[in-house]
Every structure is written in structure tokens, then in C-alpha cells.
């Protein structure tokens, strides 16, 4: 089946610095990957939409200077925090959607990776 | 725009009972896609079941129900006969459609349902 990982599981950081997430399908091509944050007993809110090759379109209220996407092949996307604090502590989720011709593109969904910022 | 709720924030049953998570949805779309998927305390989402709006059959796997009627906008989920490891988070979640309708886009998802089950 189609797998989607992240690295890392999960990270602690102090605040001000910067920390990156990498998000990748492993058996399949993706053209699309979304970045989803989720804090503590909450749902999760789509903060990005990343396509290969072009700039990503960020969710209304989601500043885009501070959480930088990149999505330079059809395998890889990284999130990447800048001057994170600690209110930007949660639980960063990506899924991809997969590349395909003539039938649904089907999305997977990473096992998420949880941030802390100290 | 798309709006999912889950009015039931926590659920706590026995095992061997029946339990049915309601989701009720609103779009202005005439085609999307609904989801449902569980989060168990890992944090990783295990996706469930999606169905198209054109889809209303209702749908058995196993344990797991899901009844759709696009009449109430509701797409609710039933674990028969619940066990300990059915004790997670579940998440219903609805889709727009995309590429003329043959794919969605990004999901929205509801506030969750947390279900406990008691041995």
C-alpha cells in the first residue's frame, strides 16, 4: 500500500530557532501534499496546500513567512517553522495525494510528527 | 464554504455495546466526498471508509456501518458490538471536489468524537 512518512517524529526545540519536518510518499509520486496542524484535543486545520514545482497557497490566518513550504520533487515536501515558539507547539500532519491518470487520486496521510518549542 | 460537526465531543461506552457517531456536514457543492477516519492515541490517522456524494448506499464492513442521507446531510458511523480497542479518536471529514469531480481536495475535517470503550 501507498506509504507516507515523516521526519522527524518528533522534535524539541528552543524557542526562536528554526526546525524543519519533511514529509514524503515512499511508493508512489505525489503532486500534491497538504500540511495539517492539530493541537491538543483538537481537530486538525489545513495550513497549506503544496504542489510540486510551484509555490504553496496557505489557508486564510496562516502566515506563510513563518511556516516555509517546499515541495521540489514528487516524493518530498518540507515544512519548515522559522523562530518557532511556543505556541507553535502541535502536532504537524501530511498527507499526499497520489499521481495518477484517469482515476481518483487517492490521498495518504503521514504518521505526523509532534513539535515542541521550549 | 464546508463545515463538519461532530456534536458528540466524547463518547463512553461498554463493551459489546453498540455506539453510533453522528456527523452532520454542510457544502454548496453537489458533488464531494466524505470521510471518516480514526485517530487512536499514536496520533496517526487510519482512514476508514470515503463515499461520494453520489453514493448513498449505505455501507457495511465488518463491525463498522456508515449511514449516509444526503436528505439530512449526515453521514454517521456505527461500531457493533464495541471492544477496547475501538477506544480512540474518530474524525469525520468532507471533501471538494476537484478535477471536474473525478478527485478532492483538501479535507475538511470536524471537531472529533472521543470514544472509550470499558472492558
Known amino acids: 500500500g501507498a506509504v507516507v512518512s515523516q521526519h522527524p517524529s518528533w522534535v524539541i526545540c528552543k524557542s526562536g530557532t528554526s526546525v524543519k519536518i519533511e514529509c514524503r510518499s515512499l511508493?508512489?509520486?505525489?503532486?500534491?501534499m497538504f500540511w495539517y496542524r492539530q493541537f491538543p484535543k483538537q481537530s486538525l486545520m489545513l495550513m497549506a496546500t503544496s504542489n510540486e514545482g510551484s509555490k504553496a497557497t496557505y489557508e486564510q490566518g496562516v502566515e506563510k513567512d513563518k511556516f516555509l513550504i517546499n515541495h521540489a520533487s514528487l516524493t518530498l515536501s518540507t515544512l519548515t517553522v522559522t523562530s518557532a515558539h511556543p505556541e507553535d507547539s502541535s502536532f504537524y500532519i501530511c498527507?499526499?495525494?497520489?499521481?495518477?491518470?484517469?482515476?481518483?487520486?487517492?490521498?495518504?496521510f503521514g504518521p505526523g510528527t509532534r513539535l515542541t518549542v521550549t | 464554504a464546508q463545515k463538519v460537526t461532530q456534536a458528540q465531543t466524547e463518547i463512553s461506552v461498554v463493551e459489546k455495546e453498540d455506539v453510533t457517531l453522528d456527523c452532520v456536514y454542510e457544502t454548496r457543492d453537489t458533488t464531494y466526498y466524505l470521510f471518516w477516519y480514526k485517530q487512536p492515541p499514536s496520533g496517526e490517522l487510519v482512514f476508514l471508509i470515503r463515499r461520494n456524494s453520489f453514493d448513498e448506499q449505505n455501507e457495511i464492513s465488518g463491525r463498522y456501518s456508515w449511514n449516509f442521507q444526503k436528505s439530512t446531510s449526515s453521514f454517521n458511523f456505527t461500531i457493533t458490538a464495541s471492544q477496547v480497542v475501538d477506544s480512540a479518536v474518530y474524525f469525520c471529514?468532507?471533501?471538494?471536489?476537484?478535477?471536474?469531480?473525478?478527485?478532492?481536495?483538501?479535507?475538511?475535517f470536524g471537531q472529533g468524537t472521543i470514544l472509550t470503550v470499558h472492558p
Open positions: 498527507s499526499a495525494r497520489a499521481l495518477t491518470s484517469g482515476s481518483l487520486g487517492e490521498q495518504y
Open positions: 511508493d508512489f509520486q505525489a503532486t500534491t
Open positions: 471529514a468532507l471533501s471538494e471536489p476537484i478535477a471536474g469531480g473525478t478527485s478532492y481536495g483538501k479535507l475538511t
